[in-house]
């Protein structure tokens, strides 16, 4: 519910600016109050007449009126409001953003803001591919920010490809649900484990997988976001996270991950395993390197790694929730639901490697969920966060 809700809405100088002037229009339609703050370039694409008029309150852009030295303060902005989006984000506001380089009042205004904060991105799709501004993002979801995916189409420069800003209609309804949620797992404890694990041949060399722990980093800020209190067991990943309620456990190795898993579990309501667990591990790790010259190709033996789901599976109380996932290239149905049971879970998440977007290193991904009553529960194709979010959905029905 929109209704009586103070937005920033943060206007930064893109193409897409126009279609701000809609989400505008549609986020007062809804009842919210809207305080624009726009960038000296955003000028330049829309004017701020148009946004005044609309909002019914003077845009915000300088740090004071330059006639009447009227200071605007973007601390009270802050704290006044309820969200802020900003829509469109460039790939320079979004660098500054993330680096915390505060020469306007949009970017003073974003560090001083207490509220959750969108981040609409919108730009050409070799800026949005550019390693620099895909850091700049993975850096803004670190602190929590909720990034709304930018969707493939024709751009400004007429080519196609992902940068175009989402549709205002569809920005609006990510605040509404945003407002909507209840805070479903207040005062619940979730174990979360993420990423690959390594194990260790020598102090060079380890076995691992193609896991990011995106699907896992996505599910802690999820559950965090909805009251819970997280554990986030996690492998060796890029990311980063940053929030008062994630508690974060760096392991290597399937060992020191069930370790961390067996501590944090009794305490537990909820238990997620989206790690990538190595199924095996050298039998017989070296501490020297292993050399070249003057020796046959090693052999490595191999020894099974514990099953971290499964164990967990077998000390699970009553009321305990465990859920595993599933990645598979064939067979699919059929290996999820045997690993539903065999590891005791009660819903367990299919990503099938033959899906396009789905699985490792993609911003995106698309499950079947298996409970075990018996339920399918099927989903499209949709950014980590938002799958993250039908899981906890799903789980938080339970
Ligand atoms: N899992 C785990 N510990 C392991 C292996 C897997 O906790 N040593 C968990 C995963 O985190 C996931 C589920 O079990 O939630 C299924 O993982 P997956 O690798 O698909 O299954 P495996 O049991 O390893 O079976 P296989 O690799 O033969 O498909």
């Known amino acids: 519910m929109l209704k009586g809700k103070h937005i920033i809405l943060g206007i930064s100088g893109g193409i897409a600016a126009y279609k701000s002037v809609m989400l505008l229009r549609l ?21 701020p007449v148009t946004l005044s008029a609309l909002s019914g309150k003077p845009v915000v852009s300088e740090f004071f009126t330059a006639n009447t030295g009227e200071w605007h303060s973007h601390v009270d902005l802050g704290l006044w409001a ?35 904060v969108f981040v609409a991105p919108a730009m050409d799709l070799d800026m949005m591919a550019h390693p620099s501004t895909k850091r700049n993002i993975e850096l803004l979801r670190s602190y929590g920010n909720h990034i709304i995916e930018p969707a493939e189409g ?15 209609e569809n920005i609006v309804k990510v605040l509404d649900g945003f407002f909507d949620r209840k805070e479903d797992l207040a005062g619940k404890k979730v174990l979360i484990t993420a990423g690959p ?40 990943v890029s990311l980063t996270i ?15 991950m069930l370790a961390e898993c067996e501590s944090h579990f009794p305490e537990s309501d909820i238990a997620i395993m989206c790690a990538a667990v190595a199924d095996y591990a050298p039998a017989h790790p070296v501490d020297k390197k292993i050399k070249r010259e003057g020796s046959d190709a090693p ?49 367990i998440v299919l ?46 029905s339970l």
């Open 27 to 47: 986020l007062i339609k809804a009842g919210a109050e809207v305080q624009v703050v726009i960038t000296p370039s955003g000028k330049e694409f829309i004017t």
């Open 82 to 116: 309820d969200a802020m989006v900003i829509a469109p984000a460039t790939a320079n506001t979004i660098a500054k953003m993330a680096n915390g380089v505060a020469d306007n009042m949009l970017v003073t205004t974003y560090l001083s803001a207490k509220a959750p």
């Open 299 to 347: 052999v490595i033996e191999l020894v099974k790694n514990p099953d971290i789901a499964r164990t967990l599976g077998l000390s699970k109380r009553d009321g305990q929730i465990l859920v595993g996932f599933a990645l598979e290239t064939d067979n699919e149905s059929i290996n999820a639901q045997a690993k539903l049971k065999s590891k005791n879970l009660d819903m």
């Open 351 to 396: 990503n099938s490697l033959r899906d396009k977007g789905a699985g490792f290193g993609t911003d995106t991904n698309k499950v079947t969920i298996y409970m075990a009553d018996g339920r399918e529960l099927r989903f499209d194709t949709k950014s980590k966060d938002d799958v993250a979010g039908d899981i906890i959905d799903t789980i938080a």
């Open 154 to 168: 024709e751009l400004a420069s007429h080519l196609v490809g992902k940068g175009r800003m989402e549709e205002p």
């Open 242 to 256: 940053n929030h008062p309620s994630i508690n974060v456990r760096h392991v290597e190795s399937a060992k020191e």
């Open 197 to 236: 694990t390594y194990e260790k041949i020598d102090p060079v060399r380890f076995i691992g997988n193609y896991s990011t722990g995106k699907m896992g980093y996505a599910l802690a800020r999820e559950a965090a976001g909805r009251g819970a209190e997280v554990t986030l067991v996690s492998g060796p």
